[in-house]
Nanobody, 117 residues
């Protein structure tokens, strides 16, 4: 089993910054991908950014240039630095981890980000 604990959510005004952290514990797979997804009210959960254990990153177009995902492999922790936040970034952000190449996702409980205009 894998446990994920997110921290760093909160409220910020447009243009502000926040940093999310997610610590994974339990049976962590050496080859894995960790990432952040978000779900806004009334919308489906969408990928925000992912990073593999080798450091390969993927971002959704809407956050490219504003968000940065990073990872501390030794601590099994993934971070999401969010800059230039917009109201449309308001959502519950979920941390995930899965084994490469074809493992299923484990999820954190989520943390709410609210960006006010």
């Amino acid at each position: 089993q894998v446990q994920l604990v997110e921290s760093g959510g909160g409220s910020v005004q447009t243009g502000g910054s926040l940093r999310l952290s997610c610590a994974a514990s339990g049976s962590i797979f050496r080859a894995n991908v960790m990432g952040w997804y978000r779900q806004a009210p009334g919308k489906q959960r969408e990928l925000v950014a992912t990073i593999t254990s080798e450091g390969t990153t993927i971002y959704v177009d809407s956050v490219t240039g504003r968000f940065t995902i990073s990872k501390n492999n030794a601590a099994n922790t993934v971070y999401l630095q969010m800059n230039s936040l917009k109201p449309e970034d308001t959502a519950v952000y979920y941390c995930s981890i899965r084994a490469l190449p074809y493992g299923g996702n484990y999820w954190g409980k989520g943390t709410l980000i609210t960006v006010s205009s």
